[in-house]
């Protein structure tokens, strides 16, 4: 995981979710829009790492870009994932 964790200063979004239950209603969109707010507000990229295939699009829609694989043995696949500041509109 090192070798992709960005080195510059960033905000790491360790653990982003809505409970299963409140899922479908828009409120992944507004928790992440409020976090890359921050983010841009800082003009600092955010770094995530995903553990399900299901939420790439969801992250790439957001402007993240995979960074590449990581899996050791048998393990699930994370896939590494960043995101540049982008101008505040």
């Known amino acids: ?22 899922q479908g209603r828009g409120l992944g969109e507004q928790l992440m829009a409020h976090a890359l707010a921050r983010c841009d507000a800082d003009r600092l990229p955010a770094y995530l790492e995903s553990s399900n295939p299901r939420n790439l699009s969801f992250y790439q829609r957001h402007g993240f870009e995979a960074l590449g694989r990581i899996q050791v043995g048998s393990s699930p696949t994370l896939v590494p994932m960043l995101r540049r500041p982008q101008a505040r509109r």
């Open 1 to 22: 995981m090192g070798n992709f964790h960005p080195h510059e200063p960033h905000w790491y979004l360790p653990i982003i979710g809505v409970d299963p239950p409140h």
